[in-house]
């Protein structure tokens, strides 16, 4: 069964989700989902849930988000738990609830609700040439970044 992060990396690389994987999609899917870091993780997952693209989302958007990221580990966090948070940190604006800042207060919180996506960075590393591989890849990627003064650009 597909997963609602599973359908957003697929949007990643087949925006048109025309329903067929070519394998030059297939390995940039696996180079995507296997060097992203903690940071581009958490951009991505905020990326996805800003359907509108505006930079914010809503409280309601972010709790139902992270319920469906875990529905494979009910218990771990109730909608109501996910709810308290986001309001802790909610923007005054009745537009625009959540930005990117709040919404790293609410993972400082509690990382659990991550820890699907985690998983499946973990599974996918671990499957296609194993986990020591994408982190030494990983390593040479940022040294060459900082080598080059490149900035990170989180989606």
Do not use: C
Request: glycine letters at 4%; charged letters at 30%.
């Amino acid at each position: 069964p597909m997963t609602i992060y599973g359908d957003w990396f697929l949007k990643l690389i087949d925006p048109k989700v025309e329903g067929i994987l070519r394998f030059s999609e297939f390995v940039n899917l696996v180079v995507v989902v296997a060097m992203m870091g903690k940071e581009e993780m958490l951009r991505f997952v905020f990326t996805q849930i800003d359907k509108k693209e505006i930079g914010a989302i809503k409280v309601v958007d972010f709790s139902e988000a992270v319920m469906k990221i875990m529905e494979n580990d009910p218990g771990l966090l109730t909608y109501h738990r996910l709810n308290d948070m986001a309001e802790k940190f909610r923007n005054p604006d009745p537009y625009n609830d959540l930005y990117y800042p709040s919404f790293l207060k609410i993972y400082d919180m509690s990382k659990m609700w991550m820890n699907p996506l985690f998983r499946f960075q973990i599974r996918v590393r671990q499957a296609i040439l194993g986990e020591t591989f994408w982190i030494k890849q990983q390593e040479v990627f940022m040294d060459a970044r900082e080598k080059l003064k490149v900035k990170r650009i989180l989606f």
